[in-house]
């Protein structure tokens, strides 16, 4: 995979890279081609149609081998002179395994399972190139259809939302799917493109224009950029006789090739069987008694395979762009009352809305919750699962199924008569899959707090905003990160201070932490440390932290109330999010050797940390309670799935 090169060898090595040769810097390369025995198997099955949840399913029929695809796929660069290797569903689980590879073909791979979404995610932010050639990632693998039983991943029943079509995925495409549509007598060409891609392919073939062109019916996919991203098209839909869908279908408007950046990595994304039109004279263990001849109704073999070298070509070039993932959402109420209904029950109304600012998507939970003094959840609150926000402000979407915001209005009936005092409205999102449970992938990432209060005798209650902490001014950089944090409720401040240059100890930092991943204190967890006993202050906040891998024992004692150093804060974060990432750093002071050298790694892929300007991370340096503000908040944003 790219790196980053920093060193004076590395970039000797990234000198000689590029004065080889083509030819030569295609043998230096690492190309993978994902060969998926889920996706073989999955194309091998039939299921039968019916309904589920009122829903049509339709028979799943026997389609033609996805193995020939990946072997043309495989066939193909090795003959254009990469260095090429199978790559399997087993190396998908894990991101250093991954990561040694300058880029990775996948040919029809519709299985992967959340974790090996996951990791081809952060691969590609790490700086990898992917070239996705048809359906992507859409089936989960852990659900493949049983015999006898009808197939559901049409429904996308996991995923809930056409914006999240690809689940975690779907952030480094930059759009969103529109719908698979059936195309009669159809062709496919450049548009007055000027992307490298399309210039090396009409130059090398001679002419302007790429042709590929299908004389009988055939499945598309059809994807739409979203308004500020990435995603170039490269080849468009540009005629055809026939369609099932002409109210959505329109010639010229929808790629059928995009190219994509994210993060420090390329894509090419292709929504067309563009191995169906590429003639591969090879013996080889082709599966059904087929071969490796073009489809004898396509024609475009020679501008297929040109274009399909370039495509490689382009992700594994070195570069030097960078498109950040922009996590950004904003929540606001309004219109909010409490008062006491005909009933005599107290009642609280308001409306929330909650826009996606960002160039990701983002789903998850929106939560009311009213609590007391103590921080106690006083009734029962309101929640709505939003299953898709898209990264995208407009409103002439093909289906008007695109939304970048929500807003609702509620109410919630108080158990009996709200005693008189003051009380704290909580309004939250909380990121994640609907039916995932996992504690580093279903947190709260912004909320909203205001205060309600209620006098004694009064029907009425009176809303405000919330204070906030005395010493931490709108100036201070870490304002908003604080601000945010107080009304998740993770950081809670003394006497309305936080004393923002305070050291961080360990103990507040596990504590922050657990807060943050909304894992409650164990009584049960233990800590067989030198300096602690169970009962004193903080043992049970240690003791589950340390279950988590948040906290360690340094020489036999947990050291609660020393400073957190840096190195340790990176363990904690990484541990208790499970985060990955995986680039060349450029910090003088953290070698490889280094016990924590994996984690701080992981803090710079992505972007929760920069280092200090000499390049140093100092590791054994302390944390401020308002740094650390920063670090936690940067990792909310930097690791929804």
């Known amino acids: 995979m790219k790196k980053l090169c920093v060193s004076f060898f590395l970039l000797c090595t990234f000198i000689v890279i590029a004065s080889l040769s083509p030819t030569e810097a295609k043998a230096a390369q690492k190309i993978g081609v994902v060969f998926s025995e889920s996706s073989e198997k999955y194309a091998n099955t039939t299921h039968p149609g019916g309904t589920y949840k009122g829903q049509a399913v339709s028979p799943k029929v026997d389609y033609s081998s996805t193995y020939n695809k990946e072997l043309k796929a495989f ?97 480094v495409f930059h759009s969103r799917f529109i719908d698979d549509i059936m195309l009669g007598n159809s062709t496919i060409s450049n548009v007055n493109t000027v992307h490298p891609i399309i210039q090396h392919t009409t130059k090398e073939l001679g002419k302007s224009k790429i042709s590929l062109t299908k004389t009988d019916q055939d499945w598309v996919e059809i994807i739409k950029p979203w308004q500020g991203g990435s995603a170039t098209p490269l080849l468009y839909f540009s005629d055809y006789n026939s369609t099932d869908k002409p109210k959505t279908m329109k010639k010229n408007e929808f790629g059928a090739a995009h ?90 109304y308001s409306t929330v809305t909650i826009k996606n600012n960002g160039n990701v998507p983002a789903r998850g939970t929106l939560q009311v919750e009213i609590l007391d003094a103590n921080d106690k959840v006083v009734g029962k609150g309101h929640e709505r699962y939003i299953p898709g926000l898209a990264a995208d402000a407009t409103t002439n979407n093909a289906d008007q199924k695109d939304i970048s915001s929500h807003t609702e209005k509620y109410q919630i009936f108080m158990p009996g008569n709200l005693a008189a005092g003051t009380y704290t409205i909580r309004t939250s999102f909380i990121e994640g899959r609907e039916d995932r449970k996992n504690a580093d992938e279903k947190y709260a990432t912004i909320a909203e707090i205001k205060t309600l209060t209620r006098a004694k005798g009064s029907n009425k209650a009176t809303i405000a905003a919330a204070p906030f902490f005395q010493d931490v001014a709108k100036s201070n950089g870490a304002y908003y990160d604080i601000k945010n944090l107080q009304a998740l409720g993770i950081v809670k401040g003394s006497n309305g201070k936080f ?105 710079y892929a992505l972007g929760i940390t920069t280092g200090y300007a000499d390049h140093t991370f100092k590791p054994n340096g302390t944390v401020t309670r308002q740094n650390f503000a920063q670090f936690i908040n940067r990792t909310l944003h930097a690791n929804s799935k």
Do not use: C
């Not at 790490?126 to 197939?151: L, W």
């Not at 994210?262 to 894509?267: D, E, L, P, Q, T």
């Not at 070509?313 to 030097?320: D, F, G, R, V």
């Open 75 to 171: 066939l193909l660069y090795q003959q254009q002179g990469f260095q090429v290797e199978k790559i399997y569903e087993k190396d998908l689980n894990n991101l250093e395994n991954l990561s040694q590879y300058d880029a990775i073909v996948f040919a029809y791979t519709v299985m992967m399972n959340h974790q090996q979404r996951e990791n081809v995610k952060m691969y590609i932010r790490n700086g990898g190139g992917a070239i996705f050639a048809f359906q992507t990632a859409r089936n989960e693998s852990a659900k493949f259809p049983k015999p006898g039983q009808m197939d559901l991943s049409p429904l996308i029943y996991d995923v809930n939302s056409w914006v999240m079509e690809w689940d975690n995925l779907t952030e």
């Open 259 to 348: 190219a994509i950046e994210y993060g420090k990595g390329r894509v090419v994304q292709i929504g067309f069987k563009i191995y169906d039109y590429i003639d591969i004279d090879t013996k080889a263990d082709w599966q059904d008694n087929e071969n490796g001849a073009a489809y004898s109704t396509t024609h475009g073999d020679k501008d297929a395979q040109v274009f399909m070298k370039h495509a490689l070509n382009w992700i594994t070039e070195n570069h030097n762009g960078f498109v950040p993932r922009r996590y950004n959402l904003s929540l606001y109420s309004d219109s909010v009352q409490g008062y006491v209904a005909p009933s005599g029950k107290f009642v609280f």
């Open 499 to 603: 004393n923002p240059q305070g050291t961080l100890t360990r103990l507040q930092a596990t504590e922050m932490i657990l807060r943050a991943l909304n894992i409650p204190t164990s009584s049960s967890a233990a800590l067989n440390a030198q300096d602690i006993k169970a009962g004193d202050y903080g043992y049970a906040v240690l003791a589950t932290g340390a279950r988590y891998g948040i906290i360690t024992l340094e020489d036999g004692k947990i050291n609660a109330h020393q400073p957190m150093t840096r190195a340790a804060m990176a363990r904690a974060l990484v541990n208790g999010f499970k985060l990955q990432g995986i680039v060349e750093i450029t910090f003088s002071d953290v070698p490889n050797a280094h016990a924590y050298f994996k984690e701080i790694q992981a803090l």
